[in-house]
């Protein structure tokens, strides 16, 4: 019997890159794990124009389409994973094959993959994958060195993600809410907090998808450090690259912020408003934390593990606790999924 594994893009015309590419990096953990062959991600009607850097066909949704259509269809739910508790994609599959065995009767047969339940946790195996998958694409190689080549000279490097474009201004309680904008003033706030704890050849590098002036981010009095921006118009995907290779990562509410911190795992400053709290301690994924609750450590770690943290909360007035931000420069973060929110972790 002929095996796929498909992923279906988040809606009709496609969503974000970060969105995307998590029920795309699924399908390929499936096709790794069961033998199965890897149908590509559709990009061809995403109203981003994403096919035009991944070099696909506007058509490139009638393979997978046509296999959904022809084949007998398993799809992996939200629910399946609930029950087996499971924390590699790949291995889910292959107990879901194996306990609702495939009827060998039919000729083809496709695993499907779809949306973002499960986050980074389930899918940290094809981190490599996935950044193979998007520096390959077209034109982004050639930016990546450019970036490279203009902050050679910096020892410390502030990524800033300040998404606008389709994200609407906060309204009323944001917790466990995605998608709204953070105002500038809580950039600039924390850039105020965190510049002086840093050497002078610092960049703050600042990726958005709507232009900003450099001296909006500058704090007051801290003009000595150096403001970089990418060429406009920009590649997204070597943004997203570049973002990812910063020393610290200011986020916004995304899932473009998320998957830049998840691939470069790198520490991040998170908006504490936003965070949902959960059995004490504080879940980026909001309601969905219940889900995977069991993914979180069971217990309080010690103050000292809080402290190593990637996630480092920051106030809409841009207060964080710098002892937090000290013990990252000092001793480095943890990689521990438990102290990491992004990975269904959570932090103090």
């Known amino acids: 019997m002929k095996l796929f594994s498909v992923s279906r893009n988040i809606s009709l015309r496609g969503s974000g890159l970060g969105n995307e590419l998590i029920p795309a990096a699924k399908s390929y953990l499936c096709a790794q794990a069961t033998g199965s062959s890897l149908i590509p991600h559709s990009w061809g009607l995403n109203r981003r124009g994403y096919r035009h850097l991944f070099g696909t066909s506007l058509l490139d949704f ?59 946790a389930l899918i940290d195996p094809a981190r490599d994958w996935v950044r193979e998958t998007l520096v390959s694409s077209n034109g982004t190689e050639v930016q990546i060195k450019q970036f490279q080549t203009a902050t050679i000279g910096a020892s410390y490097k502030i990524g800033l993600h300040i998404r606008r474009g389709d994200f609407s201004l906060i309204k009323g309680n944001v917790q466990g809410q995605y998608n709204f904008a953070i105002p500038i003033d809580w950039y600039r706030a924390v850039l105020e907090r965190i510049l002086p704890l840093l050497p002078a050849d610092t960049i703050v590098c600042a990726f958005s998808d709507s232009p900003s002036t450099p001296i909006e981010l500058i704090p007051s009095g801290k003009a000595r450090f150096k403001i970089w921006q990418p060429p406009c118009p920009s590649n997204d995907i070597a943004d997203l690259i570049n973002l990812a290779s910063c020393d610290l990562i200011v986020c916004s509410v995304s899932s473009y912020s998320t998957m830049a911190a998840w691939l470069g795992r790198k520490p991040y400053i998170w908006l504490k408003d936003q965070l949902h709290e959960y059995n004490g301690r504080f879940s980026i994924w909001g309601n969905e934390a219940t889900d995977g609750n069991w993914l979180q450590s069971d217990a309080l770690t010690s103050s000292f593990e809080n402290l190593r943290s990637p996630c480092i909360p920051a106030l809409f007035n841009g207060f964080l606790d710098l002892r937090h931000f000290e013990s990252i420069l000092d001793m480095g973060y943890s990689q521990h999924r438990h102290h990491d929110p992004i990975r269904y972790g959570c932090t103090w």
């Open 62 to 120: 009638i393979e997978p389409m046509l296999a959904l259509a022809v084949s007998a269809n398993t799809e992996i739910t939200r629910e399946m994973w609930i029950n087996q508790r499971v924390e590699n994609y790949g291995t889910l599959c292959n107990k879901i094959i194996t306990q609702q065995p495939l009827s060998w009767a039919t000729p083809v047969s496709t695993i499907v993959h779809s949306g973002m339940w499960g986050g980074y």
